[in-house]
């Protein structure tokens, strides 16, 4: 997730200092780890590959780094042989006559390569331009270490030397990252998996979980730090089938659930720096999706404190999401608080926000069970009527897929997210499934790993497992072969190079809610 | 002093531990003081302002500078009313919804307007770019006090929000500046200056003299950080007429001195960061201008000590220079050891080394006679021989002046150092400058200060006070009229916007060897 879509600065937020205490006693020790360049490389135009640009290895030997010296207007392109989050620091020297002027560098920190082939001032994109990932540093003395203060999501470093002066050179020694995370690769179990590039998906999909999991769930370490709740779901589950940090999750659940509005609404995403504010986004699904997190928390830690401490949000957030259903039991469109299932806002989302309501409901009602909640028939009844009005509503028997919206669209998330939730049957939902694969796919038009991952799940939980694995491996494999260390925020298969912002230097390459692969294939593939 | 002239890579240098201790016994411990923007203004084109741009107050009111927020490509202009060296402060904010994005700020540090006014990037001189005062910050966390580690020299602060995003933008407070110098002004002693140009020159050559004494005597603050030896021979006269501070000239002539080439030459300048290292550059005048410094310094402080550390290097020194001499007792001119004089190269400066030769050897007697060498008859026969062969062979009778070079070129140069090196008698000086006035001014192609601070001292020297007075009211005073809150590296009367680099935004506006007016005020106006 990146986007926001609501300026609501009138909104007034709870801070429930108990469960904020909560939070804040869950926030993680970061681990850390050095790890050095493995080459010098080059960074050059090439129309076939990503973006347009790929790296290749430079004459120069990593081994003789400090033999170079750069003068005004050559770069210095680090290789640290896979994507890192981290501090980075650099010894420097003057090499030549005395040092008779600063040195003045620009570094860029890429995730890929054409971060550094694309000239960072043509960006004009919606987004902010500060995410990109560059800076200017003056340093007055040589020797020196230049120990960069902010942290960066990087594989590729790049040093321009823009200025020294005609009488002497700069030389580059000890480059360093220190990583940083909130869990370690050796924590995750070893599994089998036999096929090449599903063990190798897994591999990257553990990568970029790793790399996301810092004092919260990131969004993507290189942009948009803050913790966003429906990819904390994502983020959560993968996490479950690897890496298993309850603290982080916990940490996570109690934010949301210490800063919902006056009446009680989950802000879409939360940010912690300089202290936690929610923001004032608010989405209907991603506010559902509370519930979803704590239900999956509880299954995998059985922790009834965090239960009792957030039930009542959760509840809460069911007593306001029931309220956008009409009399007719179908959910009415609210501007205020829309339904987002994907970025594309070319599909109509009214059949998937009613699937939505129906998956999140059912995870409540386990919730219920678990608290004895006197309500529980309440919204059994309320998990009937929906479901009802679902088929009745908004199932073509005709075409046999679900519609949505005024225009009766078709589209894929409707489908997928009906089969998600369960509202048909098994032997239902694996002929809804086989109808979308041959009237909607191939899937165009959806350029969010997150709506992938919704369609590879819909395809394992309908009994068609080996489409799932086909396209988990058009999908993340195909990020794969175009060099993904982590995987992208955004990836369209169908146009290799589009980016939602108009430029790779602002796009994030290791997104949290891609990282799923890993959960499906230790879910649904691996014994 | 700026450029340098000669790459000698090959040098080899001594390096005296015991002189250099001394030299680091001498480091001042700086002062400092706390300052504060006096009002917010706006730089604007103005075609008759120095260097086209002038600052206006703003409509924005610096008791408030609070209340206001800036968004994208907005700017804020902070004036501190005079020119100060040191630390910049202020604390940020953001305003509106979360900070989702950093913040990016381009900040630019100008001791003239037009610094501020014209585009830094435009700039394609050949002094290096790493110079310009200006920085790129981004701030991933508001609100946060941003601190710049660099020491800056300014009275203008630009700060650019490059970028925020729509939803908030940033607020300005607390600006501060935490000055630094050896010296403070509150030290120098009042002295009855009736015309108010003087007054306002001498105040003006006093901030100028004390924003460059830092840890060393800077060639300039802003821009070439380093200690130059013929202009820290103008900057310690300076000093003395006002703060008379001895460490900091004790400090630089045990720099110089324990830093010679292996033969005993002294450079033209030293670096005192990472560690004392002298430059490859050496220049016939400066070199020899460390015998002139302590003698200065001895008349001054009656220094026995460094007299006994130092004499040897200096009678050395003399011994070099002696040998550059022809048969003829005629400086001959050596491309490796150049004659400075002036930037100008226009002029031939034969004469000119003849005389400052001459100039030093009789400082150089006197301290000759205070050490009761027994080579100090020689010295003398020497003097004797130059003063003979300059004016039997440099001085035209039918012109009245002094010529220089195999061209016998009449240069303004020849004739002052002539007479500061009081190679004719009193009545001749008086004449010779007379007939200089007459033929030679007003003065042109002359950029520098230094030269012009010997022009003005060679009127005073014979007896033309009142020209004295004109020169340094045309010369240093048209430097107040154009807005000076110290004097320039750099002036040329005749086109006040010349630049040696073809751009203000590398031009120094506080350049120690500009500040001698108050030297020349307070020994040859002042009772």
């Known amino acids: 997730m990146a986007f926001t879509f609501q300026i609501n600065n009138g909104v007034k937020f709870n801070h429930n200092k108990n469960l904020l205490k909560k939070a804040d006693e869950n926030i993680p020790e970061l681990k850390h780890e050095k790890i050095h360049p493995v080459k010098i490389v080059d960074i050059i135009s090439d129309k076939n590959a990503m973006n347009g640009f790929k790296a290749i290895k430079s004459d120069k030997k990593i081994e003789r780094l400090s033999d170079y010296s750069f003068k005004k207007g050559q770069r210095l392109v680090l290789d640290f042989g896979n994507h890192a989050v981290g501090h980075f620091k650099i010894d420097l020297n003057s090499v030549g006559s005395p040092m008779d002027a600063p040195a003045y560098l620009h570094l860029t920190f890429a995730e890929t390569p054409a971060e550094i082939g694309v000239d960072s001032s043509t960006y004009d994109g919606w987004l902010s331009s500060s995410w990109i990932a560059e800076e200017y540093v003056h340093l007055d003395v040589l020797p020196t270490t230049l120990k960069m203060p902010r942290r960066y999501s990087f594989r590729y470093v790049e040093i321009e030397v823009k200025d020294t002066s005609p009488k002497w050179q700069i030389s580059f020694s000890n480059p360093e990252v220190t990583t940083e995370s909130a869990v370690s690769v050796k924590d995750v179990p070893k599994v089998e998996i036999d096929d090449p590039m599903l063990k190798k998906i897994d591999q990257v999909s553990i990568k970029t979980l790793q ?60 940010f912690t720096k300089p202290e936690s504010i929610p923001d004032d986004t608010f989405m209907y699904d991603y506010s559902l999706f509370f519930i979803s997190v704590l239900k999956d928390y509880f299954d995998n830690f059985k922790d009834q404190s965090i239960l009792d401490d957030l039930y009542p949000v959760a509840k809460k957030e069911i007593e306001l999401a029931l309220k956008e259903i009409g009399t007719d039991n179908i959910l009415k469109m609210n501007e205020d608080w829309p339904v987002f299932v994907d970025w594309s806002n070319d599909i109509d989302k009214q059949a998937s926000g009613q699937a939505i309501l129906i998956y999140v409901l059912k995870q409540f009602v386990a919730l219920a069970e678990q608290k004895q909640d006197n309500d529980i028939n309440k919204y059994k009844r309320i998990i009937d009527d929906l479901s009802k009005a679902a088929k009745d509503e908004l199932f073509d028997s005709n075409k046999g897929l679900f519609i949505s919206g005024p225009d009766r669209e078709v589209n894929i998330a409707s489908q997928v997210w009906m089969v998600i939730a369960h509202v048909l049957n098994d032997d239902e939902n694996n002929e809804l499934m086989t109808k979308s694969v041959e ?83 230790r879910k649904y593939l691996v014994k």
Chains 1, 2 share one sequence.
């Open 211 to 270: 790399d996301c999991m810092q004092e919260v769930f990131e969004d993507g370490p290189k942009r948009d730090h803050r913790l966003w709740l429906g990819d904390l779901r994502l983020q959560a589950l993968a996490n479950y089938a690897t890496f298993n940090n309850q603290e982080l999750v916990k940490r996570c659940l109690y934010l949301f659930g210490g800063m919902t509005t006056e009446e009680g609404k989950i802000s879409a995403n939360v």
């Open 439 to 521: 009237e909607l796919f191939p899937v165009t038009g959806i350029a969010t790993p997150y709506m992938y991952h919704h369609i590879a799940l819909a395809l394992f939980e309908s009994g068609h497992k080996n489409d799932g694995v086909e396209l988990i491996k058009s999908y993340w494999g195909k990020m794969v072969d175009l060099g993904a260390d982590t995987f992208w925020e955004a990836f369209e298969p169908e146009d290799p190079n589009f980016s939602p912002y108009g430029s790779p230097v602002i796009n994030s390459y290791c997104h949290a809610w891609s990282c799923t692969p890993t959960y499906l294939i």
